[in-house]
Nanobody, 126 residues
Framework: EVQLVESGGGLVQPGGSLRLSCAASGFTFSDYAMSWVRQAPGKGLEWVSSIRRDAGAKSYVDSAKGRFTISRDNAKNTLYLQMNSLKPEDTAVYYC???????????????????WGQGTQVTVSS
């Protein structure tokens, strides 16, 4: 069974950093592009970042560029999101998701993601 287990969220002050992890199992991790998607309070799902199956290409929402870094360790079946210079507007539940479409399709549509993690809360507040 496909499982995505996220960790690393928490409360951090503006300007701080967090590293999110997503442990994948139940499928061949290296065969799939992966994404991070977030949902801020009262808002819809927002695509944040994607990474190609071999980590050879990455993409980010404009607001995260220069601050967030997506990476993966295919040997460990783990996806990461390093978040630096965090802002209050980054506050959201962050989900990792298995991408069913190519890495460069950067939106949340009805067919883009079949499997999601449980989400991890990131709160940026002073």
């Amino acid at each position: 069974e496909v499982q995505l287990v996220e960790s690393g969220g928490g409360l951090v002050q503006p300007g701080g950093s967090l590293r999110l992890s997503c442990a994948a199992s139940g499928f061949t991790f290296s065969d799939y592009a992966m994404s991070w998607v977030r949902q801020a309070p009262g808002k819809g799902l927002e695509w944040v970042s994607s990474i190609r199956r071999d980590a050879g290409a990455k993409s980010y929402v404009d607001s995260a560029k220069g601050r967030f870094t997506i990476s993966r360790d295919n040997a460990k079946n783990t996806l990461y999101l390093q978040m630096n210079s965090l802002k209050p507007e980054d506050t959201a539940v962050y989900y990792c998701a298995r991408k069913e479409t190519p890495w460069y399709i950067d939106y949340v549509g009805k067919t883009e993601y079949e499997y999601w993690g449980q989400g991890t809360q990131v709160t940026v507040s002073s």
